[in-house]
């Protein structure tokens, strides 16, 4: 089983609609989460961290559920620009060599 | 301020041949790291710096190597290269808050073909 592991998609949505992905991990340890978004043929960037309590940011919502340990990313309203990958990132602990890379859910929205 | 640098963007070698790749950061930040990115696969560590003058092996080291002898620039050489090297590397830096973590902001990466 992958220490990180996406569903690949493509979830493939109409603009204005909300959809969410999540994201599972086997480490029950893992101390931070984190949503990255990467465009086609460009570099990941950080689209926001994962709080225990829950986080928004504007039409992004970041849950996490450690009793079955998964992380979810929830998109309302989506928007044509919104079409990229969105990578999942759990840190295991505070060494860079347990920082683990989901390998990402394909996200397009049609007009 | 140009975050995150790359250099070269695009490279074709030969199996065989060797090559650098520059990362450099104008950001001040601690952490650095490469990572290369393969399809289907997330994004490995290859090598990562605390700091200065420091570095250590991340997921997949064998057969490159690295050197953090200023701050803002860490360089990743591969030695001999084979085609198994094939494969997107992007260079990554974090701020130093508190430990590591996944905040990190990454370079446009370098393409790099290997026949």
């Known amino acids: 089983r992958k220490e990180v592991e996406q569903d690949p998609g493509p979830f493939n949505v109409p603009e204005g609609a909300t959809v969410a992905f999540n994201c599972t991990y086997s480490n029950s340890a893992s101390q931070s989460f984190f949503w990255y978004r990467q465009d086609c043929r460009k570099e990941p960037k950080l689209l926001m961290s994962?709080?225990?309590s829950g986080n928004e940011d504007g039409r992004f919502t970041a849950q996490l559920n450690r009793a079955s340990q998964y992380i979810s990313l929830l998109i309302r309203d989506s928007k044509l620009s919104d079409s990229a990958t969105y990578l999942c990132v759990v840190n295991k602990n505070s060494s860079a060599s347990k920082i683990i890379f989901g390998s990402g859910t394909r996200l397009s929205i049609r007009p | 301020n140009a975050g995150v640098t790359q250099t070269p963007k695009f490279r074709v070698l030969k199996t065989g041949q060797s090559m650098t790749l520059l990362c450099a950061q104008d950001?001040?930040?601690?952490?650095m790291y490469w990572y290369r990115q393969d399809p289907g696969m997330g994004l490995r560590l290859i090598h990562y710096?605390?700091?200065?003058?420091?570095?250590a092996k991340g997921e997949v080291p064998d057969g490159y190597n690295v050197s953090r002898l200023k701050k803002q620039n860490f360089l990743l050489g591969l030695e001999s290269a084979a085609p198994s090297q094939t494969s997107v590397y992007f260079c990554?830096?974090?701020?130093?808050?508190?430990?590591?973590?996944?905040?990190?902001?990454f370079g446009p990466g370098t393409r790099l073909t290997v026949t």
């Open positions: 950001m001040n930040h601690e952490y």
């Open positions: 990554a830096s974090s701020p130093r808050r508190g430990s590591i973590s996944g905040e990190q902001y």
């Open positions: 994962v709080y225990s």
């Open positions: 710096s605390v700091g200065e003058g420091t570095t």
